[in-house]
């Protein structure tokens, strides 16, 4: 289907749909448009009955290579000691409302969690500043054997931009995260798969064909309801206790006794034949 988005590429094929930053001679570095248009789509995807798995990459040999920073020329001429800094607030993170999620994730680059599908990020090239953002907020990462990351803010005279604080240390552990952000250093994707930052590294010419696949083994094998409550548990158990976890596990099982998913995950394995999943 053709792209509804300037610098989106938005495509559904076998139940995944596939979101790709798309402006290949910036690598992809993100614009105010750009983080619009991918808002939009992760939307449109999260409430697409066709769509039962996520596939966020990057056009051309990059992911993204962060905010592209001659977009972002106008905040030099800022008059800080006149500015209103919750409209500044506002214009350069807006954030992203979400019904059914905490306030965690309903900010500009932490909504991800919100959309109730798994969202898999293919990491196909360098992934800096802001383009290392978007994937820790991914359920899973896949990385080309030609993928490199780094933080990119401290060599910016930044910080720990959009919950990175928050999102790193849960994958990589506070060692390594202090590393990455104090150094702003580039590591390779092997270094990435050591630390727990991505969870596959692939031949480059495999990635996208490896992805797909498992994108659509989720698609067809297992319950898309059951995704959707425990991707919403695992992200709300961040800020809960064991005892509040072990209750909300409690009240979903009983709910998912009673729904068609459960009677056809029953019917297919006494059956022994491939399972027909409504996600109701």
Not at 53 to 58: A, E, K, S
Not at 77 to 103: C, F, G, H, Y
Not at 124 to 133: A, T
Not at 198 to 205: E, M, S
């Amino acid at each position: 289907m053709p792209s509804q988005y300037e610098f989106i590429l938005y495509d559904v094929r076998d139940q995944v749909a596939t979101i790709t930053l798309n402006r290949p001679e910036r690598l992809n570095a993100l614009t105010k448009t750009m983080e619009d248009e991918l808002y939009a789509a992760m939307l449109a995807a999260g409430e697409s009955t066709e769509v039962r798995v996520i596939v966020l990459t990057g056009a051309g040999r990059g992911f993204c290579a962060g905010a592209d920073l001659e977009a972002l020329g106008w905040v030099a001429n800022i008059d800080w000691q006149t500015a209103d800094l919750d409209a500044l607030r506002e214009k350069i993170v807006p954030p992203r409302p979400s019904r059914e999620m905490p306030q965690d994730f309903q900010k500009t680059y932490t909504y991800f969690p919100a959309i109730r599908k798994p969202i898999i990020a293919a990491l196909n090239g360098p992934s800096v500043g802001l383009g290392f953002v978007l994937p820790l907020a991914c359920d899973l990462r896949f990385a080309s054997d030609q993928a490199s990351f780094g933080t990119a803010f401290a060599q910016r005279g930044l910080i720990a931009e959009h919950g990175v604080s928050w999102l790193l240390p849960r994958l990589v552990g506070l060692a390594n995260a202090l590393d990455l952000l104090y150094s702003a250093r580039t590591i390779d994707a092997g270094e990435a798969l050591q630390m727990g930052l991505v969870n596959w590294v692939l031949p480059h010419d495999a990635l996208m064909p490896q992805v797909l696949e498992y994108a659509r083994r989720l698609a067809t094998t297992v319950s898309p309801r059951s995704l959707a409550v425990i991707k919403q548990q695992l992200y709300q158990a961040q800020s809960q206790s064991l005892a509040e976890a072990v209750d909300t596990a409690n009240d979903e099982m009983l709910a998912s006794f009673q729904s068609a998913d459960f009677q056809e995950g029953v019917a297919h394995f006494l059956q022994k034949r491939p399972p027909r999943f409504t996600g109701k």
